[in-house]
């Protein structure tokens, strides 16, 4: 994509060109972790009537509760899997947008035009520092109720930033004062 905005010199090409970002690998980690929890805690109902004396027809529901429980907890790890692969955060000519979704009916875009967004922000630590996942935030300047919440961004410092330069440049070109 190109940017049709003055001042094009080397350092302005790299921080207002057209960014994507996906998830970190820490997002990936906290899905595997749910997971194994899930898991974890079925297996714990299947072996319980070895701890336990109880009837024959407990024993045997609790087994196949947790078969199920199992079986629940290990589709809904993959399901988080396949959609944390899918989430896409990025910048266009237009605006901040995040494309996400796996089933037909809750895929789709989500996003802010570049006029309609009052700032980006993202949360620190040191766990987010050292993994470089970010909490990202970005808010619509005329309802509070859509702002894109993503966590776990791959490097969301980075995307935050280069979104609110954005948007300040859109706002000096537009003659707008800078709230």
Not at 35 to 49: F, Y
Request: proline share 3%.
């Amino acid at each position: 994509m190109q940017n049709d905005l003055p001042d094009r010199g080397a350092y302005s090409e790299a921080l207002y060109a057209f960014r994507e970002h996906r998830l970190s690998w820490v997002a990936y980690l906290d899905a595997v972790l749910k997971g194994v929890v899930g898991i974890a805690i079925s297996v714990a109902l299947m072996l319980s009537p070895r701890w336990i004396t109880m009837a024959p027809i407990t024993a045997q529901i609790l087994f196949y509760a947790g078969i199920a429980f199992a079986l629940c907890a290990l589709g809904l790890s993959i399901y988080r899997l396949f959609y944390i692969r899918r989430v896409r955060l990025y910048t266009d000519q237009d605006g901040v947008w995040c494309y996400r979704g796996i089933l037909p009916w809750r895929r789709g875009i989500v996003g802010t035009n570049w006029r309609d967004v009052r700032q980006a922000s993202y949360g620190t630590g040191f766990v987010r520092w050292a993994t470089k996942a970010y909490p990202v935030n970005v808010d619509n300047r005329f309802t509070d109720t859509d702002p894109i919440t993503l966590a776990h961004v791959h490097r969301g410092h980075e995307f935050v930033g280069h979104v609110n330069a954005w948007r300040n440049r859109m706002l000096r070109q537009d003659g707008e004062t800078l709230r």
